[in-house]
């Protein structure tokens, strides 16, 4: 069995390694807008083309986000 570090993403990133699939790194820094203050621990749905749910990432005490991903085109949204 797979164990993660608490969210979705962690969980995909190993299934993609085992699988031997390519992938790329998406990361970033969730900021509020108008504010720009970071937000911790928030959790981005990130969907695929089709609006189907891929995975979803929770930003850490520094605000980053980071996901491997399969090569593709993606919406994230963050949920409160």
């Known amino acids: 069995f797979l164990v993660?570090?608490?969210?979705?993403?962690?969980?995909?990133d190993?299934?993609?390694e085992?699988?031997?699939?390519?992938?790329g790194v998406l990361t970033g820094r969730l900021r509020q807008d108008g504010s720009g203050?970071?937000?911790v621990a928030?959790?981005?749905?990130?969907?695929?083309e089709d609006g189907a749910k891929v995975t979803q990432i929770k930003t850490?005490?520094?605000?980053?986000?980071q996901a491997h991903l399969r090569p593709g085109t993606y919406t994230l949204?963050?949920?409160e």
């Open 18 to 23: 085992l699988l031997g699939d390519e992938t």
């Open 4 to 12: 993660g570090d608490g969210d979705v993403a962690s969980i995909t």
């Open 60 to 65: 850490d005490e520094g605000c980053r986000y």
């Open 77 to 79: 949204i963050t949920v």
């Open 42 to 48: 928030a959790s981005i749905v990130v969907e695929g």
């Open 37 to 39: 203050e970071g937000i």
């Open 14 to 16: 190993t299934v993609y």
